[in-house]
């Protein structure tokens, strides 16, 4: 299964590392896919090239492939540096230099290190400032749902829409997903946004039914955080009876990936969110671990190819 597949590559890196760190380095696995690596180093002048010696060695080592049943498996790495205490005089301080350091470095590209500078303190800052902002924005009823049509291409008729999310964030204007997802993602707003969404959306879904819009379902995207939660089925089941809607009008998506951390545990609660007469949808299929044979496994009622399969 993905979940197993997942820890076990994490064992062996830590495996991996443990076997080429140092005697003067602290390793330790930070979370699920990340690990830190502190080493003292007397001679600060050369901590840089110390930091860049040390991950090629990491990367030549991850570059050997790893054996998991009866599959070779290779990973990369990127990584982040930071130094004590010319970039941070905490260990909470360090911890957001190399969470920025090694952002910047997957997002450049896979496989690379990049030390933390100047300019990743002006987008750390501003990355706070965006979070900080965003605590407020579902007391402050900042967030609004735009609805996007899902039209039959035979008939015309609109058959369902999809519920997305906007920040309308004083003094800036209309914020599109890609602006605040991640940084709600990272800071665990994004599951009182998820919860904010599900209400809002079933309200508006109750509300047009009454003044006579026909749509088979309304679609709702579903995080892994929310996935994750064990009160997603009682908050989906109070935001159906805050409405009067009847669970087939509401649709559930859940994108592949989002199962992969612990998927047993996901699949049985998108069953009992089914047995509710909930719909349950896959997005963005094809894009991480599933087949045909894992899909089987799942209890849906929909699928959403990803558009790179069709996109030619």
Not at 126 to 155: C, F, I, W
Not at 186 to 210: K, N, P, T, V, Y
Request: charged letters at 25%; one cysteine or more.
């Amino acid at each position: 299964p993905p979940d197993f597949i997942a820890d076990s590559a994490g064992v062996m890196v830590g495996l991996r590392l443990q076997g080429i760190m140092p005697d003067s380095a602290l390793l330790g696995r930070y979370s699920g896919d990340q690990f830190l690596a502190v080493q003292c180093d007397a001679e600060r002048q050369t901590v840089s090239s110390r930091v860049s010696q040390m991950a090629r060695i990491i990367q030549a080592d991850l570059d050997r492939p790893f054996t998991l049943g009866a599959r070779q498996v290779r990973l990369s790495a990127s990584m982040g540096g930071a130094v004590y205490p010319d970039d941070a005089a905490s260990f909470e301080g360090m911890l957001q230099c190399l969470d920025a350091a090694s952002y910047a470095a997957k997002s450049e590209r896979r496989g690379s290190l990049l030390l933390f500078d100047a300019g990743m303190r002006e987008r750390l800052a501003g990355r706070m400032d965006l979070e900080q902002a965003l605590k407020g924005a579902v007391a402050n009823d900042e967030l609004v749902l735009h609805y996007q049509p899902v039209v039959d291409a035979t008939s015309g008729r609109v058959r369902s829409a999809e519920a997305l999310m906007r920040w309308q964030r004083p003094g800036i204007g209309l914020v599109m997903p890609g602006g605040f997802i991640e940084v709600a993602e990272d800071s665990g707003l994004i599951a009182d946004f998820g919860r904010w969404a599900i209400a809002e959306a079933c309200r508006q879904m109750a509300a047009w039914q009454r003044e006579g819009v026909v749509l088979d379902t309304l679609n709702v995207n579903l995080s892994s955080m929310q996935l994750a939660d064990e009160q997603i089925e009682q908050q989906v089941a109070q935001a159906l009876a805050d409405s009067g809607l009847q669970p087939p009008a509401l649709t559930l998506e859940v994108t592949e990936t989002a199962l992969i951390g612990r998927f047993d545990e996901s699949v049985a609660r998108l069953r009992r969110l089914r047995a509710m007469g909930v719909r349950i949808m896959i997005d963005d299929f094809g894009t991480g671990y599933a087949s045909l044979k894992y899909l089987k496994m799942l209890p849906i009622d929909g699928l959403k190819i990803d558009r790179l399969f069709v996109k030619d």
